[in-house]
């Protein structure tokens, strides 16, 4: 087969590298391998020649260029009860004299034998020989060959001798081998989650991990579910946190004790019930407890073999406790009694992460949340949610092999001391399954976060920061703020968003429902760097929770910016933020609000009270009365305007408002400056009466606006009246100030009279006031005593007034010289302090009021 040396003095069939595949390691002859005698069941054992994958009928050894070497599948043979099961080497190349098939002298072959379930915990030994199936004699291959056979490979001392022709080939010596025959292995099936979907922090697959979430607020059922392939075992899962400082299980004495001891800082058991001194004891930072410390998680096991409470599975009986220890086992030990064994076992892992139960995730309620400062937004974080660290809790299937079988099926030593504790498990000769660990992931969705000033983000003043009643609080319409905005104001307001997830990445959005109003803009969410996150970290003995982790965007901020316009005065808008985080593990699996592009969290609303500036006149005196003005005293009244828009919050971002007259206003009259006070604008009418205004009326209407024209002009009082007034200026009366004399008053008002009449007038006492004049020696004293507001905002100064004369009533068919003549006076005189008379024709018979100042002549005047 293939040599080139038959026939010569080269040894038969010498390797060659020209010879293909399997061919350089052949002899020319067949080879058979089969069971050795006594050490077969024909029935369950077969023995098959390997082929290349690529192409099943032909023969390998070994893979090469084309061919993958392969096992051929056992169901392919088929052999009787009497069969020896055999592999033979295959004949697939021709023989270089005859041209006929040339068997391949090497086989490989795959051994397969199905063991019954009875087997189980046995050893089983199988042996193999191989042999020269034609049991050939030596010479038949060719006499004329034994030269070179003689020159390589027989002892030369024995060339000379005769060659046997009954010399035949040999079977080889027996392999045997010992089977160790093991039982099925339990295993976990649906609806268990076992996806590979678990990484750690370096991002690398953890083999045999499953993540699984729970969501805050929605609880968590985590079925558990094994069987195995043998029928009649029955099985039992046990699931633990392994993960776990045991100090929490200790007296608080020997705790005190073994202060020495690294503790695990918050990672407590998953389905212990600590409380009390026993989670505080766990080292929590400070800030990662926010003042509101963590308890444990409460976690539960429902269903079969619940019960189980430690991983011993039996007790000793030879012991009066019933407490589980440890000892040496036998085949024939029987089960602890807290065990549970079925055929299809199930146990539920329910968990139900909840702020209210502080039972991994609570909301901060530190009474030091920090104060707003727009230059380090990151310390605003009251009202932060915190999760404690992730929980891994693990699960290995037992079944009952050993018990039945009364053998060691599994291993007989499953703990020995090279193992990690965390890797032990209790089969004790039992069959189990791989250990498969599942990652309870906190997962809670990113919260708006303040200031103890409730600034970023806004909260109204009735919502509590450090209740921890709050913890459990979702903001509604309850926590929402109402802010008041001006026309043409500029307003800017940052929301702040945290998750407690730390890994996770924050958005915030502007919702599209209401949407923001006409002219509001928003800025793109940004990031907010934290170094004082809390989360989970690798510790010397213990996985801890440290308070320093780094966050790039588990916390970000986003400002909207409006300034309304003039068509929005007097409208609310509310508009509305929604924060979202990067993380998908909540999605179906119960909030509505956890979708595959991330959960979204609490929303939070401003309601924009766009303020219309809304005027009315707050008047001391009536509009319409008639203001009674003096010639020489300051007529002076507030035009008061009150803004029910004014917010008392900022004074200076209110609106401005003007008062004006609407028409010119009296000669030398004025209005001050406008003043604000509590939202209540203001300016004074001043105004003194001028000799030659005796007897004058002048009408002053006023009218009020805000400076941005937002609202139409306010020209009426609440009550429907123009905010107009008349100011009469009284004839015969003049002010004048104390100290001033007789002769100094006469020589001001151009009076045609002496002091001595003056006195006469204002000498004695009228209607209840003193004497003005009361001083021989000409010196005017005393003080205007007001008798009604009028009376004040006539002569606002309060001056002493005095009389020239008496007011007459004209009656029909008198005349200016009549009158003269009648008190002893002149025309000149009379149109002199009555100045709003010009001629006969300013006279309404039983009308006109006439100032007349008598006796100011010394004889009698006769009319011409």
Known sequence: FGCSTIGTDEPPCFPTDQMPGD???????????????????????????????????????????????????????????????????????????????????AVKCFYNETFPEEDAGKNQVRCFEAKDPHNDYIGIINKEFWPTIDKYYRNPLQASQPRPETHRTCKSTPLCIRITVTSHEPHFVDPTPMEANSYDDLGQLVEGQTDVPACEGYPLQLPIVAQDGDAEDLLRIYVEDKAFSQLGLMSSDLRLALLDLPASSGNLDFFANWTGDDVAFQGFPGSCSAGNSFNSYFAQKEGDNSGQLNILPGIDT???????????????????????????????????????????????????????????????????????????????????????????????????????????????????????????????????????????????????????????????EDGYVERSILI????????????????????????DDPGMPAGMSAGRTECIRREDMCAAVEGEQYVNMSNTVVSHCSKAKLTITWSPLKDQAGSVHRVCAIAKDS????????????????????????????????????????????????????????????????????????????????????????????????????????????KGTEGATYKVCFVAQDALQTMPPLTTTPDGAQACWNMVVQRCRYCIRGGETLHYVMKTYAMDTNWLRLWLHNGNELDGEPAVIDNPDLIVRGEHNATNPIDEVGNSEGLPLIYVGPVYRHKKGETLDSLAVRFRTTVRTLLSVNPDIMSEEDIKDGESEICIVPCSQRRAVTST
């Not at 391998?33 to 369950?44: D, H, K, L, Q, T």
């Not at 088929?78 to 040339?102: E, I, K, M, N, W």
């Not at 307001?493 to 958005?507: E, G, M, S």
């Not at 005027?615 to 005293?633: A, K, R, T």
């Open 583 to 690: 993380s998908t593990a909540c999605a179906g699996m119960g909030p509505p609000l956890a979708t595959s592009v991330g959960w979204y969290g609490e929303r939070q609303c401003i309601d924009f009270n766009v303020l219309a500036p809304t005027l009315s006149f707050e008047l001391d005196i009536q509009p319409m009365d008639d203001i009674e003005s003096y010639v020489g005293c300051m007529t002076r009244f507030g035009v008061k305007v009150r803004d029910g828009s004014w917010q008392p919050s900022v004074p200076e971002d209110n609106y401005a408002i003007s008062i004006t007259a609407m028409e010119d206003l009296p000669p030398g009259a004025s209005l001050t400056a406008t003043t604000v006070v509590g939202g209540v604008h203001a300016r004074d009418f001043t105004w003194i009466p001028a």
């Open 318 to 476: 030879n012991s009066l406790t019933t407490t589980p220890i440890a000892r040496y086992y036998t085949v024939n030990s029987e089960y602890g009694g807290d065990l549970e064994q079925v055929a299809l076992p199930r146990v539920d892992i329910l968990f139900h992460l909840n702020a209210m139960e502080k039972n991994g995730v609570l909301r901060r309620h530190d009474s030091t949340c920090s104060a707003f400062d727009p230059n380090s937004v990151e310390h605003n974080n009251c009202l932060e949610k915190l999760v404690n660290m992730d929980q891994v809790i693990c699960g290995v299937v037992y079944d009952n092999s050993r018990y039945r079988r009364k053998r060691w099926v599994g291993a007989t030593d499953p703990n020995g001391d090279h193992l990690p504790k965390d890797m032990r498990d209790h089969s004790n000769g039992d069959m189990a399954s791989p250990r498969h660990c599942w990652r309870i992931q906190m997962q809670s969705p990113p919260v708006f976060v303040t200031d103890s000033s409730r600034i970023a983000t806004p909260f109204p003043d009735t919502w509590d920061l450090y209740n921890s009643d709050n913890s459990h609080l979702e903001l509604n």
């Open 488 to 511: 043409g104001q500029t307003a800017q307001y940052t929301f702040i968003a945290q998750d407690p997830n730390v890994r996770d990445t924050v958005q915030i959005f502007i919702t």
């Open 23 to 105: 061919a350089t390691y052949e002899s020319s002859d067949v080879v058979v391998i089969e069971m050795a005698p006594g050490w077969y069941n024909a029935s369950r054992i077969r023995l098959t020649p390997a082929h290349c994958l690529e192409d099943r009928s032909k023969i390998c050894i070994r893979s090469f260029e084309g061919c993958t070497c392969t096992g051929t599948n056992p169901a392919e043979q088929h052999l009787s009860d009497r069969d020896v099961p055999t592999c033979q080497s295959a004949a697939d190349t021709h023989d270089v004299d005859t041209g006929g098939p040339f068997p391949h002298g």
